[in-house]
C-alpha cells in the first residue's frame, strides 16, 4: 500500500510540475491591470490530457490514503 502512495504520489508531483501556467495574469490582478484570469478558457490537447491524469492521480491518492486510514 505504501509502496502504490509512493508511485503515485511521484507520478502527481511530476503531472503538476508539467502543467502550464495559468495565472500568468496573476500580478496584474493586484496592480489593477486587465486580467484574463477568471475568463473561461477552453482546455485542448496536451493540456486537457495533463489535466485529466492530474484529477485521476489526485483521486487514486485520496482513495489510498482514506483505505490506509482503516486497514
Known amino acids: 500500500m ?3 502512495l509512493l508511485i503515485i504520489s511521484i507520478l ?5 510540475l508539467l ?3 495559468k495565472s500568468d495574469a496573476g500580478p496584474q490582478i ?4 486587465q486580467s484574463e484570469l477568471f ?3 477552453k482546455e485542448r490537447g496536451s ?3 495533463i489535466t485529466r491524469i492530474t ?3 489526485g483521486a487514486a491518492f485520496f482513495i489510498l490514503c482514506l483505505v490506509s ?3
Open 69 to 71: 486510514m482503516f486497514i
Open 39 to 41: 475568463m473561461n478558457r
Open 55 to 57: 484529477m485521476l492521480l
Open 19 to 21: 502543467q502550464g501556467a
Open 30 to 33: 493586484i496592480s489593477g491591470g
Open 47 to 49: 493540456e486537457l490530457v
Open 12 to 16: 502527481l508531483i511530476i503531472i503538476v
Open 2 to 4: 505504501q509502496i502504490a
